[in-house]
């Protein structure tokens, strides 16, 4: 079984070292260029840069214009990552309770993480509540 794992790991790890894919893609000028490389400008120098698929990245930030809303923003993304991550934990200590066949220690590590789990979870909630709370008294006394 360790042999095999091993295996695993090292196949894992070493298929991209052998693995080279190289992508061509047409520019909007017409010219084309193998990836990593950038599309070149397609505007005059002075000119404002009108943006391309190729340009690069989109930036996420665009509809957040003031601190409230990326505060919401981020604590959006705290909630969506930490709710599916605290019922995952959930999950795992009730499996090691139901595995612990009595064993002290294991009950005792499912009930700590459990617990902990809770606590976690509680706290996400408790900071997107309050959050909620403090923008909505600022709206109201505005």
């Given amino acids: 079984m360790k042999s095999a794992l091993f295996f695993t790991t090292c196949l894992v790890l070493a298929v991209p070292l052998f693995v080279s894919a190289q992508v061509t893609i047409t520019c909007p000028d017409g010219s084309t260029v193998q990836l990593p490389e950038v599309c070149p400008p397609t505007t005059a120098p002075g000119d404002p840069a009108e943006p391309t698929a190729f340009d690069g990245f989109e930036n996420p930030l665009k509809d ?17 990552i930490g709710i599916p991550l605290g019922t ?17 220690e294991k ?17 996400v909630l408790g900071a997107w ?7 909505n008294t600022i709206q109201t006394l505005q």
């Fill in 64 to 80: 957040i214009g003031s601190w409230p809303e990326f505060i919401e923003a981020a604590l959006r993304i705290v909630v969506l």
């Fill in 88 to 104: 995952v934990f959930i999950i795992w200590a009730g499996l090691t309770f139901v595995t612990a066949a009595g064993s002290e």
């Fill in 107 to 123: 009950i005792k590590q499912a009930r700590g993480a459990f617990t902990w789990a809770v606590i976690g979870m509680a706290l």
């Fill in 129 to 135: 509540g309050l959050s909620l709370v403090i923008e």
